[in-house]
């Protein structure tokens, strides 16, 4: 049933590709306001991998401006249709930081886990694997 493992791997990586979304937006956000439109197409353009879809971004940007972590204002300066932009608050710039330390933590954990599979893997290909490492020390919040 090798198939259904592989969509369920799939599913589980879009679930934890948007766990981070509001992070990314959040660091988008820090140098400048911007708009909805102008933030999916800077992540989709330097973060391809993230995938993120206007629905995504838009669910988001509303859930991080209920919580306080952005505000923001209608622009209706350009021709056009008015355009809402966005900025992060001060309580946003604290969640920004709060999500370093998360991701910093989860990215020793990772790099614990391919430290320790390419000496596995090195080992099963006749290579002596390398010293000992102790796991990393998970940061608590």
Do not use: C
């Amino acid at each position: 049933m090798q198939h259904t493992v592989n969509i369920r791997l799939i599913l589980a990586g879009m679930r934890q590709q948007s766990r981070h979304l509001p992070a990314f937006l959040l660091l988008e956000l820090l140098p400048a306001p911007q708009h909805g439109g102008a933030l999916q197409t800077a992540l989709n353009t330097r973060l391809p991998g993230l995938k993120a879809d206007s629905g995504a971004v838009y669910r988001a940007l509303l859930r991080m401006e209920r919580d306080g972590e952005i505000e923001s204002r209608w622009d209706t300066s350009n021709p056009g249709p008015a355009r809402r932009i966005y900025a992060v608050t001060s309580s946003g710039q604290a969640r920004l930081a709060e999500w370093k330390e998360d991701i910093s933590s989860r990215r020793a954990i990772l790099d614990y886990f391919l430290k320790e599979y390419g000496k596995l893997t090195a080992s099963q290909a006749g290579t002596p694997p390398a010293g000992q490492d102790s796991p990393p020390q998970v940061q608590g919040k």
